[in-house]
């Protein structure tokens, strides 16, 4: 495998890439690997594991009941 050194990378940027290594269990260099993968390799999207993600998301949100007002004062007012 080749390797890369990175250089200049901006204090923000790397403090968040280490939390997220951190919240995923991941090196840093897993991290980074992972997220130029996402970026430079998308995966197809899987229609039924879509669709199945979706249903999973109506089922666990089908009490919260939102009317048009309530929409539209959210929307309006901001959301915290």
Not at 42 to 64: C, G, W
Not at 68 to 78: N, Q
């Amino acid at each position: 495998m080749t390797n890369l050194t990175l250089k200049n990378i901006p204090d923000d940027l790397y403090h968040q890439l280490k939390e997220s290594a951190r919240l995923h269990h991941r090196s840093l260099n897993g991290e980074i690997l992972y997220c130029l993968e996402r970026t430079l390799r998308p995966r197809p999207i899987d229609v039924a594991e879509r669709l199945e993600e979706a249903r999973l998301i109506r089922e666990k949100t089908a009490h919260y009941k939102l009317t048009d007002e309530e929409i539209d004062t959210a929307k309006r007012d901001g959301r915290p």
